[in-house]
């Protein structure tokens, strides 16, 4: 799938998930050659410096030092898995909600 992808070049990077994929035979690996082409073609989200919101919008929150960087992180993790949408609404409402239920920001 696409988010299995996305969780492929997460964990190993663009080229280095390439290398992985050689190690399919070649009917698995000529499918997901083409899901991970669709997937980087489409600039889908796979690195945090993707997000659509950056660590000062969390400072903007309230949010600062490690439970900053673990909410981008849990942003980054659920865009990648596709139950979040990369939109700067949809990650800061995420945050909110994150951030007050584990009582991270002020």
């Known amino acids: 799938t696409d988010a299995d992808v996305r969780r492929g070049l997460a ?3 663009a080229d280095g998930w390439r290398d992985y994929l050689r190690m399919f035979p070649p009917s ?9 082409q669709i997937v980087l073609n489409r600039g889908d989200c796979w690195r945090l410096d993707q997000l659509a919101i950056d660590g000062r919008s969390l400072a903007a929150l309230g949010l600062r030092g490690a439970a900053l960087g673990e909410t981008l992180r849990a942003l980054c993790r659920s865009v990648i898995d596709g139950t979040l949408p990369n939109t ?5 409402q995420a945050a909110k909600k994150r951030a007050e239920s584990q009582h991270l920001a002020p």
């Not at 700067?88 to 800061?92: F, M, S, T």
């Open 11 to 13: 964990a190993y990077g």
């Open 28 to 36: 698995a690996r000529a499918a997901l050659e083409q899901t991970t």
């Open 88 to 92: 700067p609404d949809a990650l800061r």
